[in-house]
């Protein structure tokens, strides 16, 4: 079990937070992007970053190669939804995409949108954790995290439209 702080101050013990947050005992700020049968869309507003998503599976595995056939196709179909709609809704011109199997969660993957900003700390994979601590560390101000809720609100309209 691990013991993890909500924002609310709330404090839970969860075995893994990508299971809490799939099932839906922990309710992740700005709320649930998208949700299909085996795929979970949220921000984690920690990281304050405009149009950042994280897409977690709903089934507890750490690797690529545990997809079943359903979740092979739909992951791939949900992840390039959420990136059209990233694309058409806030404008978003590149994504890195960070995913890591010694996970102490499960099977998530990041979609980090590409600011000018971000290009300070480099221009590949060795600016992520600068760029995602700079946000964190730098970036919580009331206005910032008002366009980080809108942003998410305006994915969340965009993927649930037809
Ligand atoms: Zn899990």
Same mark, same amino acid.
């Given at each position: 079990m691990r013991r993890i702080s909500l924002s609310n101050g709330q404090v839970v013990e969860v075995d893994c937070l990508s299971c809490a947050l799939t099932s839906g005992l922990i309710q992740p700020d700005g709320g649930v992007v998208y949700e299909t049968d085996y795929f979970h869309a949220h921000q984690?507003?920690?990281?304050?970053? =405009?149009g950042l998503i994280i897409l977690a599976s709903k =089934?507890?595995?750490? #690797?690529? %190669?545990? &997809?079943?056939e359903k979740e092979k196709i739909d992951y791939i179909t949900i992840l390039s939804r959420i990136r059209q709609a990233q694309r058409d809704v &806030?404008?978003?011109e590149y994504v890195y995409y960070f995913y890591n199997e %010694?996970?102490?969660?499960h099977f998530h993957t990041w979609m980090v949108p590409r600011y000018d900003w971000m290009y300070d700390f480099g =221009? #590949?994979?060795? #600016?992520l954790r600068p760029v995602l601590l700079h946000a964190r560390n730098e970036m919580n101000d009331d206005e910032n995290v008002k366009e980080v809720m809108e942003a998410i609100h305006a994915l969340t309209r965009e993927l649930h439209r037809g």
């Amino acid at each position: 079990m691990r013991r993890i702080s909500l924002s609310n101050g709330q404090v839970v013990e969860v075995d893994c937070l990508s299971c809490a947050l799939t099932s839906g005992l922990i309710q992740p700020d700005g709320g649930v992007v998208y949700e299909t049968d085996y795929f979970h869309a949220h921000q984690d507003v920690a990281y304050p970053i =405009r149009g950042l998503i994280i897409l977690a599976s709903k =089934r507890h595995i750490k #690797s690529f %190669d545990e &997809l079943n056939e359903k979740e092979k196709i739909d992951y791939i179909t949900i992840l390039s939804r959420i990136r059209q709609a990233q694309r058409d809704v &806030l404008g978003i011109e590149y994504v890195y995409y960070f995913y890591n199997e %010694d996970t102490t969660h499960h099977f998530h993957t990041w979609m980090v949108p590409r600011y000018d900003w971000m290009y300070d700390f480099g =221009r #590949s994979v060795e #600016s992520l954790r600068p760029v995602l601590l700079h946000a964190r560390n730098e970036m919580n101000d009331d206005e910032n995290v008002k366009e980080v809720m809108e942003a998410i609100h305006a994915l969340t309209r965009e993927l649930h439209r037809g």
